[in-house]
């Protein structure tokens, strides 16, 4: 990605040193352990014996195939649902889907949720006392193109109270969800905005060891794309492995 730290996709690293192609791990403390102490409920998810390797079969490496033909006319937009128009601040959402060495990765299906701009999501199980909003869908998806860029329009979400500790609230946030050529090829993170005040509390943010890699989650305020009237524009670049890959959840994360 990314973010603060920008990728030049023209020359594979973001401090300017031209690499050859070639595979690069990514830093230890790029993802978050299975267990993090602040994090309580990881305690109930990640798991407590030896995994069991199941072998790929077909049906996993070969589908389900999500072409751009099989999305909604307006899927990349949030903010018109029911007919109305969302309240609050509309942003837009770009970046690019990158591998190690820079390169763009087109014909990958970016799906994204958010709590609505009252901070509250539209799941049975969100009850807080903060407004559903009718007119945003909460959810939206996309492919990437030929450059690997993908596009939301959507508003910026609020913060929301859960029950991780007294008084916690999670940062601004919007869940990416990034599915390969199939089914098995999937990575899920989530995004931030830049100058957060809730970053010192949250335990999901902070489950990143490595700083720089935790910063890779922030995304990057972008006046090239804040349209005059309209809305902000906002970079997030997903790197899906390699010395700047994106911090990804070990498991599918509501939070
Ligand atoms: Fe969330």
């Given at each position: 990605m990314t973010s603060g730290t920008s990728t030049d996709p023209s020359i594979g690293t973001s401090t300017g040193a031209w690499l050859p192609p070639g595979y690069r791990a990514e830093p230890p403390g790029t993802h978050p352990p299975?267990?993090?102490?602040?994090?309580?409920s990881t305690a109930l998810r990640y798991p407590t014996q030896a995994l069991h390797p199941l072998p790929q079969r077909l049906t996993e490496v070969t589908g389900p195939l999500f072409g751009?033909?099989?999305?909604?006319?307006?899927?990349?937009?949030?903010?018109?649902?029911?007919g109305g128009e969302a309240v609050g601040q509309r942003i837009i959402v770009h970046g690019r889907l990158l591998d190690s060495d820079g390169r763009a990765v087109p014909n990958a299906l970016v799906e994204v949720w958010q709590a609505n701009a009252g901070g509250?999501?539209?799941?049975?199980?969100?009850?807080?006392p903060s407004p559903l909003d009718p007119?945003?869908?909460g959810a939206g998806r996309v492919v990437t193109d030929s450059l690997g860029r993908y596009r939301f329009t959507t508003i910026k979400p609020g913060a929301y109270p859960w029950?991780?500790?007294?008084n916690a609230w999670r940062p601004a946030h919007i869940h990416f969800s990034v599915f390969g050529q199939?089914?098995?090829?999937r990575l899920v993170t989530q995004m931030y905005f830049p100058?957060?005040?809730?970053?010192?509390?949250d335990p999901i943010y902070n489950s990143v060891p490595d700083e720089r890699a935790r910063a890779r989650m922030i995304s990057a305020y972008d006046h090239d794309v804040t349209t005059d009237h309209w809305a902000l524009g906002f970079r997030f670049d997903v790197v899906?492995?390699?010395?700047?890959q994106t911090p990804f959840e070990s498991a599918d994360d509501d939070d």
């Open positions: 299975l267990s993090f102490m602040g994090y309580k751009a033909e099989r999305l909604g006319a307006a899927e990349d937009d949030l903010t018109h649902d029911d509250r999501y539209r799941h049975v199980v969100d009850q807080w007119h945003f869908s029950k991780n500790h007294h199939a089914f098995a090829q100058d957060d005040p809730l970053f010192f509390q899906l492995r390699g010395r700047e």
